[in-house]
C-alpha cells in the first residue's frame, strides 16, 4: 500500500514501514529505543515487531496494563520514573505499540518527557489504524473524562502493521470498524457505501479500506491540525459516546464498553439530532440505524442512565462558553460543526434508539 503523507510525519505500511525504522534507528541519531506495550501487545505483538525491527541502539520494553481506566496520569508518572531510570535522555526515541491507550499515553508521555522526545506509533488495532494513531491528539483522561489532559503533537512516523489485525478478537474489529464508518458519514457517501454488505469483504478488501479510511482523516487534519474548524467533523458521535463510555467506565453496575461501541451508539443518536433540525432527511437516518445497528448490540438505557450522560456532556472537551458543540450530519458524507442541541432533542434521540 502506497506511502500517505502528512504534515510532517509519514503513514508506511507493513514491509515499507520495517524498511523506514532500519533506515531510522541509527546509533548516530538515537541513543536507546524504548517500546511501550501493554500485557497483550507484549504477548502477541511484540515477538513479531521486535524480529522484523533491524536496530544496533539499546531496546528497552516498557510494560503498563491494558484497559482505558489506565489512561492517565498515575500511568504518566510511572512512565516518566521508568524513562528516568533507565537512563532516557533528549535522544531517546519512544515506539508506541499498541491500541489506542498506548498511542494515546504514549505519545502524552514522550511529548512531555525532558520537553520531548521522538516517538513513533505503531498500532495494533483496527481502531488505532485509522483513528487513535493519525492526526498528533496525544492525551489521557480525568477521572472518568475522556481525553481532558493532552497535546496535538505529530509523531515522527506511523508504522501500519496490517498483521496485527489477526491478534484481534471480533469485538475489537467490530470497535475500529465505528471509525470507519464514521470517516464516511462526514465526509464520502461512496466510502460508506463500501460498508452496506460486510459479508462481501474479504481481508485484501480491509485493507485497501483502511488504507482510504487513513487517508479520509489525513486530509482533514492536515486542513486544520488545531481542530479550529473541519477537524471538529472527526467529532461526529463523539460528543454523546464519549458520554456514554465514562459513564459505563465509572458505573460499576454497568458492562464497559469499548471506545467503538459507545461511538456507535453516539453515531445513531446525533444523526437523529441532526434529522431533528432538519440537517438530515428520514430516510438516510433511517439508512444509518439500520446498518450500525446490524453491526452492533443494542445498549440498554433507563432514565437515570440517560440523565447522567446528559450530565456528563457539559464537561466535553470541546465546548465552547459553556455550550455543548456537536459535529452534525448535513446528509450522508457531509458535515456541519458548532452546532447545539438542546436535551430535549437528545431524549428524543434515546427514546428512538430504544424503541427500535
Known amino acids: 500500500m502506497q506511502t500517505i503523507k502528512a504534515n510532517t510525519y509519514s503513514v508506511f505500511f507493513n514491509e515499507e514501514g520495517y524498511s523506514y525504522l532500519s533506515s531510522l534507528l541509527k546509533p548516530t541519531s538515537y541513543s536507546k529505543i524504548f517500546i511501550l506495550v501493554d500485557e497483550n501487545t507484549s504477548e502477541y505483538c511484540l515477538p513479531i ?3 522484523n525491527l533491524a536496530t544496533e541502539v539499546e531496546i528497552e520494553i516498557i510494560e503498563i ?7 492517565n496520569i498515575e500511568t504518566c508518572l510511572q512512565l516518566w520514573h521508568s524513562l528516568t531510570e533507565s537512563g532516557g535522555d533528549r535522544k531517546s526515541i519512544l515506539i508506541n505499540l499498541g491500541g489506542g491507550v498506548v498511542t494515546d499515553l504514549g505519545g502524552f508521555v514522550a511529548c512531555t518527557f525532558k520537553r520531548g522526545i521522538d516517538f513513533i506509533n505503531v498500532p495494533t488495532t483496527l ?7 493519525i492526526g498528533g491528539k496525544n492525551g489521557v483522561d480525568l477521572g472518568q473524562l475522556k481525553n481532558q489532559i493532552g497535546i496535538i503533537r505529530e509523531p515522527k512516523a506511523v508504522i501500519v502493521v496490517s498483521s496485527f489485525l489477526e491478534t484481534l ?3 475489537e474489529m467490530r ?8 470517516h464516511g458519514l462526514i465526509y464520502d457517501i461512496k466510502y460508506w457505501n463500501k460498508f452496506k454488505d460486510l459479508s462481501a469483504l474479504n481481508s485484501e478488501d480491509l485493507e485497501g479500506l483502511i488504507h482510504q479510511s487513513i487517508e479520509i482523516k489525513n486530509i482533514i487534519v492536515s486542513e486544520d491540525l488545531t481542530e479550529n474548524g473541519i477537524r471538529k467533523s472527526l467529532n461526529f458521535g463523539h460528543t454523546l459516546g464519549h458520554a456514554i463510555e465514562s459513564y459505563f467506565l465509572e458505573n460499576q453496575s454497568k458492562t ?5 461501541e459507545a461511538v456507535a451508539v453516539g453515531m445513531i443518536l446525533e444523526s437523529h439530532i441532526s434529522m431533528q433540525k432538519d440537517l438530515l432527511s428520514a430516510e438516510q437516518y433511517q439508512e444509518i440505524k439500520r446498518i450500525i445497528k446490524d453491526i452492533y448490540d443494542l445498549i440498554d438505557f433507563d432514565e437515570n442512565d440517560i440523565e447522567k450522560i446528559i450530565e456528563l456532556l457539559i464537561y466535553d472537551k470541546k465546548n465552547e462558553f459553556g455550550k455543548i458543540q ?5 446528509e450522508i458524507g457531509r458535515c456541519k460543526i458548532n452546532e447545539e442541541a438542546d436535551n430535549q432533542l437528545i431524549y428524543n434521540a434515546f427514546k428512538d434508539y430504544k424503541a427500535s
Not at 496494563?65 to 489512561?71: D, F, T
Not at 464497559?256 to 467503538?260: F, R, S, T, V
Open 127 to 133: 481502531l488505532s489504524m485509522v483513528d487513535a494513531s
Open 169 to 171: 478478537p471480533q469485538v
Open 175 to 182: 470497535s475500529g470498524l465505528a471509525e470507519m464508518l464514521k
Open 65 to 71: 496494563e491494558n484497559g482505558e481506566e489506565h489512561k
Open 256 to 260: 464497559k464498553l469499548l471506545h467503538g
Open 49 to 51: 515487531f521486535l524480529a
Open 326 to 330: 456537536f459535529a452534525l450530519l448535513n
